[in-house]
C-alpha cells in the first residue's frame, strides 16, 4: 500500500445533533474514512476557539466542528455562537499561515447519519488535496506522562506562541 | 472541590458487543494498549459489558484494584452511558468519575473494512477517553420537585385518548387546542376503515369525556405562545385567543349565528360548505361554544342583541395570555394535507371534480354539507364513475419520499362507501401497491376486490378537465398490461399525503425538540422509544411524529401519556449536575458570560462599590457551556466539560504515548 497521506482530524461534535447523527450513521453501518477522532460536547457553543488553536498547536491537519442546524439548537442558540466564533478563528488560523479550509463548521442533525459520512468524507477529501498540516510537531508542551494538558492551563497566546513561529516559515506556499 | 485528588487509577473496560466491536478490532490488543496508558492500572474486557456478569466485572474491578475511575469502551454514552455510570455508583465510586469510549458507533461499525485502522482509531479513542477520565470529578446529583400537572397540546384523537388516559389516574390535565373545538382531523371522517365504525360515533363520547372530566381544563382556541423551564417544572404561556364569545355564559343556543349576516367557506368542511361569522364548526363540537371569526365579522352588533340578557358576546374581547405550570408535555399536533395543488398534472384547485380524500369524507358524511350524498362540486350532480389516485404526493421524489401509511385504506373504504351508497357507481383506483399491513386490513382488501371497485396498476401521469362536461379525462400506464390507459372520470379523488402541521415547526422550537429529514418530529429511538423526545419530559402521540393510523396513534398516545405520567409519579427528578459554576477569585464582573447565557441562568451581584460578580442559578442553568467558551478569565467553568478536561482530550489525540 502506497504511503498515502492520512490526515489526522479532530472533531467536536455536540450531543444532541451531530453526535447523535454520527452515531446514527453508526447504527446504519455507513462506512466512511477513519480520519476524524470525536469529542463530544454538549453544545458547539462550548467550544472555545483555544481549543480550536491548542489542536492545530499540536498537529491537526484539521479541526470540524459540528452542530444542531441553526433554529435548531438544543440550548436555544448555542450554535450561532459558535459559527461566529469559528468564522473569526478561521480568520485567526490564517494569520498563522493555516489553511482557512482547515477549520470547518457544519450543521448535521440527529437524523442525518448519511449527511455525516459525506461531511466527513469531503473534508478528508480537502485535507488531503491540501497536504500535511504546516505547524511542525516538535513542540514538546508538556512532557510528563504523555497527559499534556493535564496541568496546563496556559492560554490561548502562549500555545500559540509556542508553534507559531514554526508554522509561519513552514508554511510553503498558503495561497489566500 | 479544588483540592481534590485526581484519579490515578484508571479501570479500562472492553467490550466485545458480541461480533460488533470484536469482529472488526482485535479485543486483546486493544486490551494490551490500554495497560500502556498512564494512570491505567487495570484493563479486562468481556463480550457483554452492559450484561449483569459484564457489570459485575466493573463493581469487583473497582474494589480489587481500588480504582478511581472507570473508562468502558464500548458503544455510544448515548445509548449505555446511564448503565455503567450506575454500575460504578455499585462499585462506590462517584459516577460522574466514569467515561465511555465510543468504539462501537464511531469505529468498528463505521470502518469495517478497514480494520486495521479502525483499531487504531479505536486506541486514540481510549487514550483520549483515559486521558479524560484522570480529570473528572465527582459531582452531585440534585433532585428537584415535579409539577404535578401535564400538559397535552393538540386535542384530535391523540391529544383526547392521552388526556383521558393521565386524567383517569388523577392528574390534573391541560389539554391545549388551537381551533374552537378539539376532535382534530378524525372528527372531521365519516366512516372508519376496516370495521366502517362510524368515525363521530366512537370520537364524540370520548370528546364528551374530556369536557366533563374533572381533571381536564381544555382550553380551546388557545396557542402555545412561550415554554420555559425543564424536566418537572415548565412554565408554559399559552395565548387564549379572543373567542367573541364568554365560555362561561354561552349556552349553544346558536340564536346568535342565526341572525349574522355574514358567511363564509367553514374550514371544518375544507370550504365545501357554509359558515357564519359567529359559528360553531360542526353540531358535535366540544365545547358546543360559538366562536366569532374577527377576520370576517363586521361588528354589526346583530348578534349581541341577540344574545341579550345572556350577555354572553363581547366584540371588544381580546388575547389573553395564560401561564401555566407543568411537569411533562405531551406534543399531539397532527397533521395537515400536503398542498397538492402543487402536483399541477393533476388539476387540484383548478378543475372542479377533483377533490381530496378528506374533502371526500365531507361530502359522504351525513353531518356534512350535503348530509352525505356524494355530488360533483361542478354541477351538483352524482358521478357515474368516481377516479382515485393514491400516492398522491407520497411515495414521491418530487413531493414525499415516504408512505402515508393510510391512503391505501381510506381509499378502498371510499370505493366500500360508493358502491354502497350508489349502486352502479363505479370506483376505479389508480395504485402503486397496495399496502394493506395492519389487523384485518387485507381482507378489507379483498372484500372491496370482490364487491366490484375496479384496480389500475400505475400512477396517474395527468389529469385534462372537458370543458363542457366538466368531466376529468385522466391518463395513465396500466403498468401490469404495458399500455396507457385513458379514464373519461366523472369525478377524482386525490389521495393527498400527510404532512405534519404547518404550525408544529414553530411549536417544535419553542420546544427545542427536533425533526427528522421528512419534518416530522423526531422520537428519541425508533423502535424502543418512540413516544419520547431527545428532550426530557417532553414526549409524542399521533401523526406529529409520523403518518399513523387511528389505532396506531390510539396506542402511542396511551404510551405516550403512561411516559408522561412517570416523573409525576416519582415526584421528583434528578438533575444532571452538569451546570457552569464560577470561580469568585477569577471572576471581573464584566458580565460577558450573562449576555449569552441562553436561559438568563446567570445574574450579576454587586460585592461592593463598582465590583460585581456573576453567578449561576443550578436550576436554570442547563450546562450548554457557551458561557464558559467565552469567559476572558476563565472564571466560568463547565463542571464535566471542563477546559482542561477537554484539552486533555485533545493533547492525547496528537501526542500518542511511547512516542509516535
Redesign the interface.
Known sequence: MADEFEPKILGILCNWCTYAGSDLAGTSRIQYPPNVRVIRVMCTGRIDPAFVMEAFSLGADAVLISGCHIGDCHYIAGNYKARRRIALTRKVIEQFGIDPRRLKMTFVSASEGALWAEVVKDMVNTIKKLGPTPVQKKVDLHAAGGHAAAGADEDLAEIAKASAGKKLEAAPVQKK | MANEK?PNRVGVFICHCGTNIAGVIPIDQLREYAMTL??VVHADNYTYMCSTPGQEKIKTAIKEHNLDAVVVAAC????HEPTFRKASAAGGLNPFIFEMA?I????S??????PE??T??AK??VR?SV?RA??LEPLDTKYIPVEKAIMVIGAGVAGIQAALEIADSGITTYLIEKDPSIGGNMSRLDKTFPTLDCSQCILTPKMVDVDRHPNIKTLTYTEVDKVDGYIGNFTVTVRRKARGVKEAECNGCGDCAAVCPVTKGNEFDLGLGPRKAIYVPFPQAVPLKYTIDFDSCIKCDLCVKKCGDKNAIDLNMKDELVEIKVGTIIVATGFDLYEIEKKEEWGYGRYDNVITGLQFERLINASGPTGGKLIRPSDGQKPHNVAFVLCAGSRDQDANPYCSRVCCMYSLKHAHQIMEKMPGTIPYLFYMDIRAFGKAYEEFYYRIQDEGAKFVRGRVSYIEEDPVTKNCIVHAEDTLLGTPVTLDADMVVLASAIVPKETTELLR?KL?I????DKFL?EAHPKLNPFST??DAIFLAGCCQGPKDIPDTVAQAAGAAAAAQVPINQGKVALEP?AAKVNDDLCSGCGVCGS?C??KAITLSEIGEGHRRASVNDAMC?????C???CPA?AIT?QH?K??Q?????????????GA
Open positions: 485526581k498512564p494512570n455510544s454514552p448515548r445509548l465510543n462501537r458507533e464511531q469505529s461499525w463505521i470502518h469495517m473494512k478497514e485502522r479502525a487504531e482509531k486514540d479513542i483520549m486521558a484522570s480529570l422550537n427545542t427536533s425533526r427528522s429529514p423526531l431527545s428532550t452538569i449569552l441562553p436561559y442547563k450546562g450548554c457551556g457557551t464558559g467558551a467565552a476563565k463547565m466539560f477546559n482542561e477537554i484539552r486533555a482530550q485533545i493533547a492525547a489525540l496528537f501526542t500518542p504515548v511511547g
